[in-house]
Structures are given as C-alpha cells and as structure tokens.
C-alpha cells in the first residue's frame, strides 16, 4: 500500500530517522525540503518500509522533481518482486506522486540520483515495464541543485525542460 499525503506524517518522519541513523545527513528532518507537494510513503503489512517526496524549484522550469529523498529500510529492500532494477513499490510510489501532483499543471517529472550513467540506464528498462508512464534517459547531466552535487544523472516523463551541463 502507498499512502500520499502533503506533508510529513509520523511513519516518513520515522523512516528519515532511520536514514539519520545509517548516516545518511541529507535525509534529517532538518535537510529535508519542507516545500514538497506531496510525501509518498509505502508500507508492507502496515508496517512503513520506504518514503519520497516530491518538490519544485524555479531552476526545474516547470518539471516536479519525483522521489526525492527516497529512503528504503534495508530490511525490506529485498521484497518478493525485485531483481535487477528498481523496485515494484518504489514505480508504484512514483505513479502516485505523478497521480496526486498532475492538477499542479506541470510539464514533466523528473528522477535524479548522485549515481553514475551506468548505474542510472540500468534503471530505465525496469522503470518502464512498471511504470503507467514513459520515461526517457540521455546519459547526460542536468542541473538539479545548486551547488558541486547539483549535477546529476536523471530519468524523465513528459517534457525535458531542465538545464543541460556539459
């Protein structure tokens, strides 16, 4: 089950602990973008396994940046139904936010990871035999962030508008 709300509910704030936890800075309560149109957060047998947001910024020229700050637990990163790729429930968390932001008006959605070329192609086959959408990827890198780490690798549905970098 997916459950979409527009703000942080206890279970995402639960799950972003977790990541403090593990080490991952970015995904504190306090680093994470409290601006989101929506959080999605999915569950296995009612219990939260997995969370992402999604967001805007002006230098996305229309496009909503979709499961941002996605944290899986790891001890439901092997669920029934995952091999090589991503995840079936993380597709279905993408659909949702996709589902639930559309009246917003954008252009595209977009999926970027600090990840290399290799790592994100081997995603786009396996996103688009889930997903309800066609997602593209270039191999080139688009500005997401600003900053040294807001160049990144991305998959996109709908119009491409974001910043190329060369």
Not at 20 to 43: K, M
Request: aromatic content about 14%; hydrophobic content about 35%.
């Amino acid at each position: 089950m997916i459950l979409i709300s527009k703000h942080y509910t206890d279970d995402a704030k639960y799950l972003y602990r977790i990541a403090e936890e593990r080490g991952f800075i970015n995904y504190s309560i306090q680093n994470i973008p409290n601006d989101v149109y929506c959080v999605a957060v999915a569950y296995h047998n009612e219990t939260p396994i997995a969370v992402s947001s999604a967001y805007e910024r002006d230098m996305f020229n229309n496009m909503c940046r979709v499961q941002n700050r996605y944290y899986c637990n790891l001890k439901y990163s092997n669920l029934k139904g995952f091999g090589k790729g991503i995840r079936p429930f993380a597709v279905t968390m993408i659909d949702h936010q996709i589902q639930f932001i559309q009246k917003y008006g954008f252009d595209g959605y977009f999926i970027s990871m600090e990840r290399s070329r290799k790592a994100m192609a081997s995603l786009i086959d396996s996103i688009n035999i889930q997903s309800r959408h066609q997602w593209h990827f270039t191999g080139h890198n688009y500005r997401v962030a600003t900053g040294n780490g807001g160049v990144q690798q991305i998959l996109w549905t709908g119009n491409l508008k974001l910043d190329e970098e060369t």
